[in-house]
């Protein structure tokens, strides 16, 4: 009786637990902030460049206009998916769920949904002050630069957070320009084919979500069976053929056979919902599906197959998983899904009567 009490007092309450990782995580959500404002800054760069180049002008009001949407979006959307992340796994662990299977998902999905919205509002006000108020844009591109080397500095002063401040620039900007050369498949397919733009989220979304699951995992593995630089005895070498990656008795090829099957039904679900509510331009014929499922289940089991590699990889580098292989697979996600979805609507066009709706 007396050790029930003693455990029921001394197990921390969830609003408890949350001040806790609260109080924990206020460097990484500098460290967040800081790589938020130098990419935010790069991509919005790119997009004037990409833009200024196929025109031949320069519109420095829109340009402005441009940095300071993405520089104050990427800051606000850091801060807001931090705390909304920290909530989930607290949750998670006080629900008996592993955090491994939901927080990445979650993170993912909210992540397009959350910037979406506020590079949407934020760019409108913006755009009507253009006229009224021109110092608004350069002033608050001005303030997120002052203030991104003072989130650089606290985060290098915590020991947690100093390695990821250090390390995690790479992957983040490289996971920008391999999302951007999906993004320019994107915009050379949708040209000929209207009907992909709807497609494209749903394709990529899935798959990036999925291999994150298996990328947590994995990574979350390593951490509890072995130390930085040395795999453990179940996983004794980098590269494996991809038949014993999905077919063996270790927990990560069930979890890949589990996440695979999931691909065909989500698939299914997304697509007739976007059928039922006639949001794209292609027909759902029977060709159509098994075109686009052959490509989705590509696209994951790719995927799947070289989170594997990579992430065993970089452990025998001494590069935590955690803080590089997810930008890098989810980039890889978005740059195999455009293609994969670009071959399967050339295909299908070929194959058909050669018009807009590849479906029919």
């Known amino acids: 009786m007396t050790s029930h009490v003693?455990?029921?007092?001394?197990?921390?309450?969830?609003?408890q637990a949350l001040q806790f990782a609260e109080s924990a995580t206020q460097c990484t959500r500098h460290s967040m902030n800081c790589q938020a404002i130098v990419v935010g800054l790069l991509a919005a760069l790119a997009a004037v460049v990409m833009g200024w180049v196929p025109e031949g002008k320069f519109d420095l009001a829109h340009g402005l206009l441009l940095c300071a949407s993405s520089l104050v979006t990427a800051s606000a959307a850091s801060f807001v998916l931090g705390l909304v992340m920290i909530a989930v796994i607290v949750f998670s662990r006080h629900?008996?769920?592993?955090?491994?299977n939901v927080a990445t998902p979650i993170a993912a999905s909210l992540g397009d949904l959350t910037t979406l919205a506020l590079l949407s509002w934020i760019a409108s006000l913006l755009f009507d002050a253009?006229?009224?108020?021109?110092?608004?844009?350069?002033t608050l591109i001005l303030i997120c630069l002052a203030?991104?080397?003072?989130?650089?500095?606290?985060?290098?002063?915590?020991?947690?957070t100093k390695e990821v401040l250090k390390t995690g620039w790479t992957p983040v900007i490289s996971a920008m320009l391999i999302s951007s050369m999906g993004g320019l498949i994107l915009d050379f397919t949708v040209a000929n084919f209207k009907g992909i733009a709807v497609f494209q989220p749903v394709i990529n979304g899935v798959g990036g979500n999925l291999v994150a699951v298996q990328a947590s995992r994995i990574s979350t593995s390593l951490h509890k069976d072995s130390h930085l630089g040395k795999l453990p005895a179940y996983a004794s070498t980098v590269c494996l053929n991809p038949?014993?990656?999905?077919?063996?008795?270790?927990?990560h090829s069930r979890t890949a056979r589990v996440l695979l099957m999931m691909v065909i039904p989500g698939h299914l679900i997304f697509s007739y919902t976007i059928s039922y509510l006639q949001a794209g331009h292609t027909s759902l014929t029977?060709?159509?599906?098994?075109?686009y499922l052959t490509a989705s289940l590509i696209q994951v089991v790719l995927l799947l197959y070289i989170c594997h590699v990579m992430?065993?990889?970089?452990?025998?580098q001494h590069i935590d998983p955690d803080n590089s292989a997810i930008p890098y697979l989810t980039a890889l996600g978005d740059l195999l899904g455009t293609s994969l979805l670009a071959i399967a609507f050339q295909l299908l066009y070929l194959v058909g009567d050669k018009d807009s709706d590849v479906g029919d």
């Open 6 to 15: 003693v455990s029921a007092h001394s197990e921390p309450t969830l609003t």
């Open 95 to 100: 629900l008996n769920i592993n955090p491994d």
């Open 130 to 138: 253009i006229d009224k108020q021109p110092w608004l844009a350069p």
């Open 147 to 160: 203030v991104a080397p003072l989130w650089a500095c606290v985060a290098f002063r915590n020991k947690h």
């Open 243 to 251: 038949v014993t990656v999905f077919y063996s008795k270790w927990n």
């Open 286 to 291: 029977p060709i159509f599906v098994v075109v």
């Open 311 to 316: 992430i065993h990889w970089m452990w025998t």
